[in-house]
Nanobody, 124 residues
Framework: QVQLVESGGGLVQAGGSLRLSCAASGRPFSSYAMGWFRQAPGKEREFVAHINWSGSNTYYADSVNGRFTISRDNAKNTVYLQMNRLKPEDTAVYYC?????????????????WGQGTQVTVSS
């Protein structure tokens, strides 16, 4: 089992920045890959970013590529999402997730464990 706890959400003006954190416990952190997803009201949960177990490979949704950066610190059992140049359309609940699989990393069904989410609101 893996337990995930997100933090760092909040209210920010358009153009601003936030850094989300996701602390993991349970299985050895370096044994699984991590992803960030988000869900806006009335919409399906969508993929944001993925990082492999070592941090050597990352993958982003087109909508955030160049603005968001995913990283991990295996010594601290934590994955981060640095969000810059935020837009109102980035407003959503952001979730981190963990997976033992290496394929289909943009699909929610690939991930076995999920955090409770943290709200990010970007005002215009």
């Amino acid at each position: 089992q893996v337990q995930l706890v997100e933090s760092g959400g909040g209210l920010v003006q358009a153009g601003g920045s936030l850094r989300l954190s996701c602390a993991a416990s349970g299985r050895p952190f370096s044994s699984y890959a991590m992803g960030w997803f988000r869900q806006a009201p009335g919409k399906e949960r969508e993929f944001v970013a993925h990082i492999n177990w070592s941090g050597s490979n990352t993958y982003y949704a087109d909508s955030v590529n160049g603005r968001f950066t995913i990283s991990r610190d295996n010594a601290k059992n934590t994955v981060y999402l640095q969000m810059n140049r935020l837009k109102p359309e980035d407003t959503a609940v952001y979730y981190c997730a963990a997976t033992l699989y290496v394929d289909y990393v943009s699909q929610t069904t690939t991930y076995d464990w999920w955090g409770q989410g943290t709200q990010v609101t970007v005002s215009s």
